[in-house]
């Protein structure tokens, strides 16, 4: 079994920061590329970044995250973090941690999500 837990999430004021942060546990071998994706009310998942386990970042094509948001990740930890300033209305989404893990050494890889965190941004 294997469990990401998220936290981090809340209401906060435009212009402000939050810190989200996903631990994964359980049954791991290794754990791939790591990512947070988000849904906003009424919209699809999207992707928000990725991060190689190697620190490799990768972020949303749109300029709607470059350069507000940070993705960062802590092998010893299994942990991964998304750092999001100057946040805006439209950022108001439950966002949700991803992760490619292998539980067994030899065995498959499978695709875990945690269970979301809500992120309101309102004055």
């Known amino acids: 079994q294997v469990q990401l837990v998220e936290s981090g999430g809340g209401l906060v004021q435009p212009g402000g920061s939050l810190r989200l942060s996903c631990a994964a546990s359980g049954s791991i071998f290794s754990i791939n590329d790591m990512g947070w994706y988000r849904q906003a009310p009424g919209k699809e998942r999207e992707l928000v970044a990725t991060?190689?386990?190697?620190?490799?970042?990768?972020?949303a094509d749109s300029d709607s995250v470059k350069g507000r948001f940070t993705i960062s990740r802590d092998n010893a930890k299994n942990t991964v973090d998304l750092q999001m300033e100057s946040l805006k209305p439209e950022d108001t989404a439950v966002y949700y941690c991803?992760?490619?893990?292998?539980?067994?050494?030899?065995?498959?890889?499978?695709?875990?999500w945690g269970q979301g965190t809500q992120v309101t941004v309102s004055s």
């Open positions: 991803n992760a490619n893990i292998q539980t067994a050494k030899g065995g498959a890889n499978g695709v875990y």
């Open positions: 991060i190689t386990r190697y620190h490799f970042a990768n972020y």
